[in-house]
Structure formats: C-alpha cells, structure tokens
C-alpha cells in the first residue's frame, strides 16, 4: 500500500486516507492563450515511466493538498512537500538525484 | 502450418502426440522489413494478421519485449460486448464482436468465444435512463441491446440479491450476444495465423529507440540491434507514452493499474456476465468454473504492474452485496495490468506527428472486446492511409473537441 507523508499534519497516510489529483505544478492556460497550450494544459498530462510529481489530498485526515514526488516504476516514494510552492523544492530535488541521477521531468531537472 | 481438426487429434492420439509442430516459429530478426508493430499484445497481432490477410502485406515483424500476449491481453477478465453509446464506439466494437463469432473458424484455432450475454445492472435512477438511452443508441445503431426489468435479471441469474443492502437491482442493459473469450487463445490463434503468413514475431526483444529521417520514419532500435522499415504502428497499451517519447510527441494518455482475481473452481452457477457498475464489481464464470472478478482502477500513475489492495476490496464487497453466495468463496489468484487510460475513454487509432508512424492505444480498461475490430481498422489505416472505421479515433480530437465520450456511458468501461 502507498504510504504518504502528510506534510501538514505530519500523519504517515495510507492510501486510502488520501485522494490522488494528478499532475503536479501545472501551468494554467485561460483566455488569450494559444491552441496547443490550451489544448496541453486540457489533455496532455505527463506520464512518465520513472520520476513523477503529483498532487494529492489527504482527504480522510488534515484535508490538505499537498505534493508528492514518486517513481511510477518502482512505487518508490521520494518525498512530500508543500502545496504553497510552483516548483519542487531544492531538498527534494536532491532526494531524487540521489537515486535518478540525471532525471528530468517536463521543465524541472 | 498444419491444419488443426478432429481428425489430427485423431491422428496423434495414434502416434502418442509426437507429430505436433509449434504453433509458431522465433526467427531471429532481418534487417528490414515494410512494416514493424510494437508490441505482441492482441490489438498488436491482430493489425498484423490483418495487413497480411486483407492487404497482402507479409513482411511484417511484430516485436514483443516480454512474451506474446502477456500484457494486458494475457491479464483480462475477456468481456465482450458492443453495447457503446456513441455512433463511432459501437461501429468498432460491435465490428469487433461480430469478427469474434467466427475467428475460431477463421484462425483454425479455437478461441473459445462464448456468446453467453452480458447483463449490465442499473441500480439508480440515473443509470436507468443513461442505459434506457444506451439501449435506444444501439437499436439505432444496428446492435442488438435491449433494457429488461428485474424480473427477468432474476429469471437470467438465479443467483443474484434483487435487494442489495446498499442499491436495488431496478432493472439491466442486457446484450445476447455479448460474452466471453480466452484471452490467451486469441493472441495465440492471431500469432499462429501471422507466422504462417512468413510474419516474423520477435519475443524478448525491446524497443528502446524509434529512428526518423525528415519527419519520416525509417526504423527501431531495439535490444537485438537496430532494424529498418518503411512503416512503424505502436501498439503497446500502457507503454504507449513511452514509446511516443521516442518518437518525439506525445500522447493524451495515463497510464494506470487495474486488477482482476479469480475464485476457486465451482460448479456452474452464472451462465452470463453480469456488471454492477454503481458498486463497482463485475463477474463472470470460467469454463473451469472459476469466477473472474475486477473491478476499478486505481486513481494515479503506475507502470508496475501491481494495484492497491484496497481496490480489491472494495470489489469483493460489491460482488458479496451483489450475489451473496460468493461470500464464503476463496480467491485463488490476484494480478494486475497497466492500462492507458485516455480523457474520453475511447481509444487512439491515429496518424501521429511522424509520418508512416502510426498508433493504436488508449483502449484502457475495455480494450480485449475490440481486438479484432482494431486489427481491422489499424491495418487498413496502415496500409491505405485511410479508415472509416479508424476516422474518429484520431489522437488530434481533443484540440478539436470531437470527444467520442464513453466516460459518462460506462463507469466502469470493461
Ligand atoms: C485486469 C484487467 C481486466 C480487463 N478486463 C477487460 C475486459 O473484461 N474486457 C475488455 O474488453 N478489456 C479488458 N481489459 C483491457 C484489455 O486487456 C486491453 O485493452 C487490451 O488487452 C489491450 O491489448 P493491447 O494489445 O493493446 O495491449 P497488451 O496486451 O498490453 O500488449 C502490448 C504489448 O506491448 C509490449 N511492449 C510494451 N513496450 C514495448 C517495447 N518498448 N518494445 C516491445 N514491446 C513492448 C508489452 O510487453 C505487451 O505485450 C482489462 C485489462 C486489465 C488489466
Ligand atoms: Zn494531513
């Protein structure tokens, strides 16, 4: 079972305790905005075979958003952070260079 | 390629079953060859054998990382039914179901297809009108569907609890004709089919690149070393995005995990396969005597294999609302599968971005049913340019807002 680290309430979350809300750090593209952008930030969500930041609520606890970055290939757990932020945070980022070097995922490396 | 019959049975039943040739040959690969599909699942084999049988095109490699039919095709609960809501779903699937009446025939191998009837509960007052109008779709339509009361779901499964404790059974969308096939056979029957046509199936062989020259494609890298060709067709379900990647485009497309598990063997109880879509549990009965049973997927991004266990459970307490004497019965068997999930849950059959490059995914939770139909469609789009099958199916409607959308019609889209 998936196991989260809310990192609000600072609960140890099993997966049923959470809601899981896709893609993480997502551009929003509104009015004025080209097709493919609109047309990208509609559809196409990233769908790595490796590193992956998502957003997840811990639903059945705090309530809270927040962020995980997970591997989607061996369900490993790298982290959890903040909602409060657009990018992942450098502690996290290291997290994961420590087991994937030289892993990249859409603008963040 | 001998033929299967009663009377070869007969005959190596007389020489001790010495005579058997394998069902398949495992060639080495050539340097070349007009067309390569990634991906020996179903949908892979089965554009392959159609390209060869309807197109003449023979020289043709399927190239399959693991073993043949062991992706999603090998780990399906092998629901068949057509009863779509859209114009264009039920176009290919009830193509699909239709082709499934006589593959075995067709194959000269038998795949068990069992036209037994798929029943599809509804257990509110919003699924009675989503399948009222589902039923209405399909007489339009030209497939056979019809929405029956409770009564006659009780008459059709003697087993089944009418009064759940959570939903009342008030009635089910009931297809005659839809129903169950061996999954494994119906890669097998396809492989068999294709290496007898000279089609080259390279198992235990991955693709790690895909090369373009001009916008065009020209070739695969692979673990057996590069080989060249004219036209590509990826088929490879959940590593869809992957596969695109190396192409260099992407697809609308996630990829998630969904499980089945099947029972210890009992005597013959449920001779149809009845969806409880509402409390999220299907189930049908093997030959064996097994009951296959799943359910839904899980909610993020997974490429393992493996689901939540949680998910299992929510399923199995569906299934012992919905048919009680199923509650003391012991599972024998759990798995799980990484299907490709798209926004309207309707599959790509596509051009992409990279000319004479082709794809076929997004078939998600439901794809089995459509394997022949697929076949069909992605050959001819392959070998022609074109298909009105196919037409529809494009990975550009979302930017044209031309969802074919099954989502809000299935729920639980098996
Ligand atoms: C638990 C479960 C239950 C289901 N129940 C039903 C059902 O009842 N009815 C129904 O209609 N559908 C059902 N489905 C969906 C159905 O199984 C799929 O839609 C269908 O089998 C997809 O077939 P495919 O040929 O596209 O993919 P697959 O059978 O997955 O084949 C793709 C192949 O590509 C190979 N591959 C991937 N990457 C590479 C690479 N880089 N190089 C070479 N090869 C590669 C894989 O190894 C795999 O063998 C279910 C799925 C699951 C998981
Ligand atoms: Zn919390």
């Given amino acids: 079972m998936l196991i989260l680290k809310c990192p609000y309430c600072g609960v140890d979350a099993e997966e049923t305790e959470l809601a899981a809300g896709g893609e993480a750090h997502l551009k929003r593209f509104g009015p004025g905005s080209s097709d493919d952008e609109f047309h990208d930030y509609l559809f196409m969500r990233e769908n790595p075979k490796g590193v992956h930041f998502e957003r997840w609520r811990h639903a059945n606890g705090c309530g809270k958003w927040f962020h995980a970055a997970r591997c989607t290939q061996t369900l490993e757990v790298f982290g959890t952070y903040s909602a409060q932020v657009t990018e992942p945070p450098q502690e996290i980022r290291d997290a994961i260079t420590a087991k994937r070097p030289g892993w990249t995922w859409r603008e963040f490396e | ?414």
């Fill in chain 2, 1 to 414: 390629m001998r033929h299967y019959s009663a009377f070869a049975v007969a005959r190596e039943g007389l020489r001790y079953h010495t005579g058997w040739e394998r069902a398949w040959r495992s060639p080495e690969p050539k340097r070349r060859y007009d067309v390569i599909i990634v991906g020996a699942g179903g949908h892979g084999l089965a554009t392959a054998y159609y390209l060869g049988k309807n197109y003449g095109i023979h020289n043709v490699a399927v190239i399959e990382k693991g073993w043949l039919g062991g992706g999603n095709t090998g780990r399906n609960t092998t629901i068949i039914r057509s009863n779509y809501l859209q114009d264009s779903s039920a176009a290919i699937y009830e193509k699909a179901r239709g082709l499934y009446e006589d593959l075995s025939q067709d194959l000269n191998y038998n795949i068990m297809f069992s036209p037994r009837g798929v029943l599809m509960l509804a257990q509110t007052q919003h699924e009675i009108r989503g399948y009222q109008r589902t039923a209405h779709a399909n007489n339009l339509q030209g497939v056979s569907t019809e929405f029956i009361g409770p009564q006659k779901v009780k008459e059709i499964v003697p087993i089944i609890n009418l009064e759940g404790p959570r939903y009342p059974v008030l009635g089910a969308l009931w297809q005659p004709r839809g129903g169950t096939a061996r999954h494994d056979a119906v890669a097998w029957g396809y492989a068999r089919a294709c290496s007898a046509m000279g089609m080259d199936i390279i198992q235990q062989t991955e693709v790690t690149g895909v090369r373009t020259h001009d916008g065009r494609v020209v070739g695969v890298d692979t673990t057996k070393g590069p080989i060249d060709c004219e036209k590509l067709g990826m088929v490879v379900a959940g590593n869809c995005s992957v596969l695109s990647e190396m192409a260099g485009f992407r697809l609308p497309v996630e990829s998630v995990a969904l499980q089945a598990l099947v029972s210890e063997p009992i005597k013959p109880c449920m001779d149809v396969v009845v969806m409880a879509n509402t409390v999220h549990g299907y189930m049908s009965q093997s030959d064996k005597g097994e009951m296959v049973i799943g359910g839904g997927t899980d909610a993020y991004n997974n490429y393992t294999q493996r689901g939540s266990f949680h998910h299992i459970e929510e399923t199995v307490r569906a299934l012992v609302e919905t048919f009680p004497m199923v509650s003391r019965l012991k599972m024998l068997r759990q798995w799980g599968g990484i299907v490709d999930v798209t926004g309207d849950r309707s599959p790509l059959i596509s051009k992409t971005p990279v000319e004479n490059c082709f794809v076929n995914a997004g078939w998600g939770t439901g794809g089995f049913k459509a394997i022949p139909g697929s076949g069909w469609a992605m050959a001819q789009l392959m070998a022609t340019g074109h298909s009105s099958l196919a037409e529809e199916f494009t990975m550009t409607r979302f930017r044209e807002g031309k969802f074919i959308d099954e989502s809000v019609a299935a729920g639980v889209a098996h």
